[in-house]
């Protein structure tokens, strides 16, 4: 061996060996469960700083969070499915998402039954009386109940051998004591993985010490002495306006307030849920310069997380809306992912929007379509086996010359893939959906997308009409610009192509610093030491 390459060999086993030293020698921390007083009272984006915040102290944390109920949801490397967050966790720890993140995905069809996913494969449909209100002696529903306890508390165990710490979400509130005996993700995750509790409270939506006080005195003994600090969240105004307030809630509960974090608006994190959409509508008149996206607010819409890179785009004015007379206006109309094709394209025909929609294209607008919208676009939507319900037919929009028929299987994988026309290195994204869509009659195949694996996705008819089955899609560069083209005119070259995600990073440690300079992170440590 020559003198240079042992030098290296040498160099590079010390460097490996004293990584993994310092790293084994870093004190393990136990688990930490953000807990809330109520749903969206900020667990997750929380969850996702103290994820960042780790990795930048040297540790190898990551997200679990045993159950979620969400339309809102992504692929794993492995092509399978998980709670949007989660994957938007393990970004921020530096990972690549896994089912043991999050085990178990609810995935609402209507305001009674949901689409259960278990590690990451659809198991079945359950009515939510059955799945939270069944009676133990049910011996189906009960064993099945058991057999998800199993396999969540598995997911953890597994995740836990190979990270510290885990950092875990609950869900909705902890003190909703009429679910207690069936709950997976709460109090009782808790009590399985040996965690230190943290509860989040909201003191923007007020009765914060309420909230408070009332979540931790309706837990059992056990659970209360598991409660180890309290985070106060979305804080607007002087934050020593609350000093007192901060003394009295450690006087009534009994629990140190780790931190009083300030509401942001200047950080941007993908979200889970789309409570928030509608406030996103068009508030302002577009600056005549941008490019007016309107995105068609559906019933059942999912994934709307494809549209974050384009609304922080400086060209884009995005909104969403399902008022006619702003789908008229918009340069570009966007016809999002749904839960339930057939349902979401039965009422955009009652409410007007599917002929405005045609309308504005034959005016000019732009149209894509991307997963359930692609198959929306089409002649027709087939339900023969009634997979997604009782409708069987309903012709599309007529914009794109396809069929689609759909079917029991689940597509579930991640995607490189090159456009129709375009030489640039491969492009990334995600396929979840059921359906197959094929050309309709005659029509010839014009696809929109070339996958890795030598198929066609989509349709294209020209850069204002196309559909894709690709969900992300819109975070890469090529794909924003080749919808944008058509109007180029509106901004100058000065615009350079929106780099989505290093924004994503950025934004991570955006939010790693805010939380990290409102909480106590050296109380904290100290408690899950």
Excluded at 126 to 139: G, P, V
Excluded at 192 to 199: E, G, Q, R, S, Y
Excluded at 335 to 353: F, W
Aim: hydrophobic share 40%; with cysteine.
């Amino acid at each position: 061996m020559h003198n240079s390459n042992a030098v290296s060999l040498i160099t590079f086993f010390i460097f490996h060996f004293s990584f993994l030293i310092s790293h084994f020698n870093m004190s393990p921390l136990h688990p930490i469960m953000l807990a809330g007083t109520g749903s969206d009272v900020g667990k997750s984006v929380v969850a996702t700083a103290l994820c960042r915040i780790f990795l930048q102290d040297g540790y190898h944390p990551a997200p679990f969070k045993a159950q979620n109920m969400a339309l809102n949801s992504f692929a794993t490397p492995e092509g399978l499915e998980i709670g949007r967050a989660q994957a938007v966790q393990a970004e921020a720890a530096g990972l690549p998402c896994h089912t043991d993140m999050n085990p178990l995905l609810l995935k609402p069809q209507s305001d009674h039954t949901s689409q259960v996913v278990l590690n990451g494969r659809p198991i079945g449909n359950r009515s939510a009386y059955d799945f939270f209100h069944h009676s133990s002696s049910t011996s189906h529903l009960s064993s099945l109940h058991s057999q998800l306890r199993t396999e969540v508390c598995a997911a953890f165990d597994r995740l836990a051998a190979k990270y510290n710490p885990i950092v875990m979400e609950g869900a909705g509130s902890i003190s909703e004591i009429n679910l207690r005996d069936h709950d997976l993700v709460n109090m009782p995750m808790a009590r399985h993985a040996n965690a230190d509790v943290i509860l989040v409270a909201d003191i923007d939506r007020g009765g914060v010490f309420a909230s408070v006080y009332g979540s931790i005195a309706l837990q059992e003994e056990e659970d209360r002495r598991r409660i180890k600090g309290i985070i106060i969240n979305k804080f607007r105004g002087d934050l020593r306006l609350f000093d007192e307030g901060r003394r009295m809630l450690e006087d009534i509960c009994k629990v140190p307030v780790l931190g009083v974090i300030p509401y942001y608006k200047n950080i941007y994190i993908e979200g889970e849920d789309s409570v928030a959409l509608e406030k996103r509508a068009q508030d302002s008149q577009a600056l005549r310069e941008k490019v007016v996206v309107a995105v068609v607010m559906l019933q059942h819409l999912s994934n709307y997380t494809d549209f974050d890179a384009l609304e922080r785009d400086p060209r884009v004015h995005l909104f969403y809306t399902n008022n006619i007379s702003d789908i008229k206006r918009a340069d570009i109309i966007i016809l999002p992912g749904t839960k339930s094709t057939l349902d979401d394209l039965y009422e955009l025909r009652r409410n007007g929007c599917a002929q405005a929609i045609i309308a504005a294209h034959r005016e000019g607008a732009s149209v894509l379509g991307i997963c359930g919208g692609y198959q929306m676009m089409g002649m027709e939507v087939c339900d023969p086996h009634h997979v997604e319900g009782n409708i069987e037919r309903l012709p599309g929009l007529g914009l794109l010359p396809v069929t689609t028929t759909m079917s029991g299987e689940k597509r579930t994988r991640q995607v490189s893939f090159t456009l129709h026309s375009s030489t640039t290195h491969p492009l990334t994204g995600y396929e979840i959906h059921m359906g197959c869509s094929q050309p309709f009659g005659d029509a010839k195949t014009k696809p929109f997308a070339r996958l890795d694996d030598g198929t066609d996705d989509g349709y294209r008819v020209s850069d204002r009409c196309m559909g894709t089955y690709i969900h992300g899609v819109l975070d890469n560069a090529a794909v924003v610009d080749l919808l944008l083209a058509p109007f180029a005119d509106r901004f100058g070259r000065e615009h350079a192509a929106f780099d989505y995600q290093a924004f994503k990073q950025q934004q991570y440690d955006r939010l790693a610093d805010h939380v990290r300079q409102h909480l106590d992170m050296e109380r904290l440590y100290g408690i899950m030491k």
